[in-house]
């Protein structure tokens, strides 16, 4: 006689499984997360970085690196759109008030760290108009700095991108080298992404990559991607506030 018992455990097993809670333990929220979505992030970004380059080429106008800029950031928030339409990791988006303890504190530490290495600098400035800074400088720095690209590309770069390579590289290499993995990739398009528009100096290099690193970092141990966010937000409103001093004291 056949003994069917342990197919009758497996079946079991399968019904009573959990759901996994957390996309870094894979499942089917980040199925759908995998070398397709990598590859049209990478596209999607090739084609924003090349349009954006023809319009500054084609145009010869003051708006022009804003338009440019803007491409970039409409190609990024498209794949993010396309990849969230599709599915949710499981985890990334819970919001818990930690994540804002961490990504103010992290934020400003990274600030820090990137006024070191610059070494002793006047205060950056902006133009000014009757003393005070342009209105469109507000719009750009303000909306522009402070709340679109932290979401955005952060989104993109640490939920797309991090997300995507670290799904795929887990279990060939398990979840230490594919956190390492995914970092250096996400950090390395995050630095070349901001590099493009004219040569960085060495120490904009250097804060763009600590940004990125601890960004990553920040999502892979707490699955959750809005610590990376507040922290990007508050090392940029940071600039804005030292430019502001700088311009008032200038």
């Known amino acids: 006689?056949?003994?069917?018992?342990?197919?009758?455990?497996?079946?079991?097993?399968?019904?009573?499984?959990?759901?996994?809670?957390?996309?870094?333990?894979?499942?089917?929220?980040?199925?759908?997360?995998?070398?397709?979505?990598?590859?049209?992030?990478?596209?999607?970004?090739?084609?924003?970085?090349?349009?954006?380059?023809?319009?500054?080429?084609?145009?010869?106008?003051?708006?022009?690196?804003?338009?440019?800029?803007?491409?970039?950031?409409?190609?990024?928030?498209?794949?993010?759109?396309?990849?969230?339409?599709?599915?949710?990791?499981?985890?990334?988006?819970?919001?818990?008030?930690?994540?804002?303890?961490?990504?103010?504190?992290?934020?400003?530490?990274?600030?820090?760290?990137?006024?070191?290495?610059?070494?002793?600098?006047?205060?950056?400035?902006?133009?000014?108009?009757d003393g005070a800074p342009a209105s469109e400088w507000w719009t750009v720095d303000l909306i522009g700095a402070v709340v679109f690209a932290p979401v955005v590309e952060e989104l993109f770069f640490r939920g797309v991108l991090l997300v995507a390579v670290f799904t795929i590289l887990r279990r060939p290499l398990g979840h230490l080298a594919a956190g390492i993995a995914a970092s250096l990739v996400s950090t390395g398009l995050f630095v070349l992404l901001h590099a493009l528009p004219g040569p960085a100096q060495g120490t904009d290099v250097v804060g763009l990559t600590l940004l990125s690193l601890v960004a990553s970092g920040v999502v892979l141990l707490t699955g959750r991607?809005?610590?990376?966010?507040?922290?990007?937000?508050?090392?940029?409103?940071s600039f804005v506030v030292l430019t502001v001093a700088g311009t008032v004291l200038a």
């Not at 803007?70 to 949710?88: D, E």
């Open 1 to 129: 006689m056949l003994d069917h018992s342990s197919d009758v455990d497996t079946a079991v097993s399968r019904r009573t499984r959990r759901p996994r809670t957390d996309w870094r333990l894979g499942g089917s929220t980040v199925r759908a997360w995998r070398e397709w979505l990598l590859a049209a992030a990478l596209v999607a970004l090739g084609i924003g970085v090349l349009v954006g380059a023809l319009i500054e080429w084609a145009w010869d106008a003051s708006v022009a690196p804003l338009i440019a800029t803007g491409v970039v950031g409409l190609a990024m928030l498209a794949v993010v759109v396309l990849a969230f339409s599709r599915s949710r990791p499981v985890g990334l988006l819970r919001l818990r008030p930690l994540d804002l303890l961490w990504g103010i504190g992290l934020g400003v530490a990274v600030r820090i760290a990137q006024g070191f290495a610059a070494g002793p600098a006047p205060l950056p400035s902006t133009t000014t108009i």
């Open 225 to 237: 991607i809005w610590g990376a966010i507040v922290l990007h937000a508050v090392y940029n409103t």
